[in-house]
């Protein structure tokens, strides 16, 4: 016998937490969110880079950058939230000439953007002392910055708790049955360890499709059994993140996000490196649009780089010293001479769910009358994940988007690429 659940949100990221968050302080009751591992070991909010900025290239990311950024400015003891700027570096004629033309925009939305010329950049960041001759311009967002996620992620969790969330910790969901309204439901059939398919599904492009039931399993005392759950829920949220498509595929729904590996170093300066009366805890985020990016992290500095063409795949192998020597060392010392003699503290890898126009994706789920979605959020997530929260429980408590309008993020954009919601400085 399954177990009703009014409003069942799958994955407890910062985006699953802020949403089960929003829709409780709405006075909604009933939610549960389910995560394999509350602790995060494979989740995108416990492995990223914390750099928050509203300063995108298209309005509705603008917005639920801008909105969240607020969020953070307001809470900005308790998230760490340090409003120290992006710094962005152009090397590339067109890429340059595309950030002016942006910060048009940006600038309509109150951001404040600044334009530096070259010998404006060297004295205001002394630190950037190589590779001066390709530098064409900056632009300086002076109200972005840096949050500590983990914060944020508490803080929903906190407060959505308060206002009667259920989170329930290390249950895999494993399975998922629906049915057409009028028809039978699915039942749930057992193929492997990890694994369970639905055998009588909606048809995905019939909108009377239903979520009749989520098979959870989960690990109880003694260790070694598994149990499983039967949850029978009035709305399904997947926050999934990464593995939203393995849900999707589930029951038949075409996916376009992929996963892939983005990886981090942390690094150690000599403070004897440091040109005069550089300090650098009091930077904020330093893009090299080449796809070079770092800022100050405690008594280090974090520091990232893409891989062009990185395979996609479920990958979380950091690779250690052969990254920072092949691709985060070099890359800094050419920007700044302090990074010369460097080391190599450690590092991890996460993933980025990535979309074909690197945006991310919100809203129903076609075909389904139940099932709703808010994934693939690529590098951008966190500085989304308040105003994406707000909007979501504005669609599934009261039928439309609050306070951020999140139609353009819908799936069905892909099926026509003029409705993209393309955004090119993607790191
Ligand atoms: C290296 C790196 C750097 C980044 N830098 C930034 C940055 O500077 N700023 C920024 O805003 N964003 C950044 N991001 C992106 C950001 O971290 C993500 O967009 C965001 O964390 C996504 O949150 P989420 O809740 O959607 O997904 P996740 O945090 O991945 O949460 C998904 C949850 O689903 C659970 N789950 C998965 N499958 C199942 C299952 N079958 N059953 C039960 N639970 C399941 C997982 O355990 C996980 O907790 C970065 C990401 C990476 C990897």
């Known amino acids: 016998m399954a177990t009703r659940v009014p409003i069942l949100i799958l994955g407890g990221g910062i985006i699953g937490t802020s949403v089960a968050w929003a829709l409780a302080a709405r006075g909604v009751r009933g939610i549960e969110v389910v995560d394999l591992d509350l602790a995060g070991v494979y989740a995108s909010s416990e492995l990223n880079a914390g750099g928050v900025r509203a300063t995108w290239w298209q309005p509705v990311n603008v917005e639920c950058c801008r909105l969240t950024l607020d969020f953070f400015r307001a809470h900005a003891a308790e998230f760490g ?85 259920v989170f329930r910790n290390r249950h895999y969901v494993s399975g998922i049955a629906t049915a057409r309204v009028a028809g039978r439901a699915g039942s749930l059939r057992r193929v492997s360890e990890v694994d369970v398919v639905e055998v009588a599904r909606g048809d995905p492009t019939d909108a009377d499709g239903t979520v009749r039931e989520i098979l959870t399993s989960h690990h109880v005392a003694p260790a070694e059994q598994v149990s499983e759950s039967r949850l029978a829920p009035d709305v399904v949220v997947n926050c999934l993140g990464a593995w939203s498509s393995v849900l999707l595929a589930k029951i038949g729904v075409r996916d376009v996000a992929e996963p892939v590996r983005r990886q981090i170093s942390l690094v150690d300066v000599h403070a004897s490196d440091l040109p005069a009366g550089v300090d650098p ?21 974090l520091a990232g780089y893409s891989i062009p063409h990185e395979a996609p795949g479920f990958d979380f192998g950091y690779d250690g010293e052969t990254f920072f020597e092949a691709e985060i060392w070099p890359r800094l010392a050419h920007r700044a001479s302090a990074f010369e003699r460097c080391g190599h503290v450690r590092g991890w890898a996460g993933l980025y769910d990535v979309t074909p126009d690197r945006s991310g994706i919100a809203g129903a789920v076609a075909g389904f009358a139940n099932l709703f979605e808010a994934r693939s959020f690529t590098g951008r997530g966190v500085m989304q994940s308040y105003a994406i929260g707000r909007a979501m429980a504005g669609l599934v408590a009261g039928g439309r988007f609050e306070e951020v309008d999140l139609a353009p993020l819908a799936r069905d954009r892909f099926d026509d690429p003029a409705r993209w919601v393309t955004e090119d400085l993607h790191i």
């Open 81 to 165: 939230f340090r409003e120290r700027g992006y710094l962005w570096l152009y090397a590339d004629a067109a890429l340059w000439e595309r950030a002016l033309e942006k910060r048009t925009l940006q600038n309509a939305f109150g951001l404040g953007v600044e334009a530096l010329a070259p010998f404006e950049l060297w004295a205001r960041f002394p630190l950037l002392d190589r590779g001066r001759e390709e530098i064409l311009g900056a632009t300086f967002s002076p109200r972005d910055g840096l949050v500590n996620p983990n914060a944020v992620r508490a803080f929903f969790r906190r407060e959505a708790e308060r206002q009667g969330v």
């Open 281 to 301: 805890s009091t930077l904020g985020m330093i893009v090299d649009a080449s796809g070079l990016y770092f800022h100050p992290e405690g008594p280090h500095v």
